[in-house]
């Protein structure tokens, strides 16, 4: 499984409710339906130093599925490449609610190694 990681810093002007709306409109638009990934959640911080910030974590079935999307960890996919309702997600819903553009957001893609299962 690849588990990738994304943090999101939202702009001054964006509450919770517009990014949790956002969220709400790309489900409803089926932005997330990509193939091999099989499970989403975003997260709001409660505690720690990113309190009110929001993460997700995309959970993908196999290195190779999520190759099949992005590309090799050495040789990545340009933007033109990304599925439609990525892009959509990206450009159209959550761009806009960034304080930068949302290929530069912090993230960090891993490699599952063990599980508690």
């Not at 999101?8 to 997330?32: H, M, N, P, S, W």
């Amino acid at each position: 499984m690849i588990i990738s990681i994304h943090r999101y810093e939202l702009g001054v002007d964006t509450t919770a409710e517009d990014f949790e709306a956002a969220i709400a409109e790309a489900e409803r638009r089926g932005c997330f339906d990509l193939p091999g990934l099989v499970e989403y959640r975003f997260l709001r911080g409660i505690k720690g130093n990113r309190t009110d910030g929001y993460t997700a974590v995309w959970t993908y079935e196999s290195r190779e599925t999520w190759e099949a999307l992005w590309g090799p960890v050495d040789d990545p996919v340009p933007k033109s490449e990304y599925p439609d309702g990525w892009n959509v997600w990206e450009d159209d819903i959550l761009d806009p609610l960034l304080a930068g553009p949302p290929d530069d957001i912090a993230y960090t893609s891993y490699e599952v190694v063990a599980t508690g299962e």
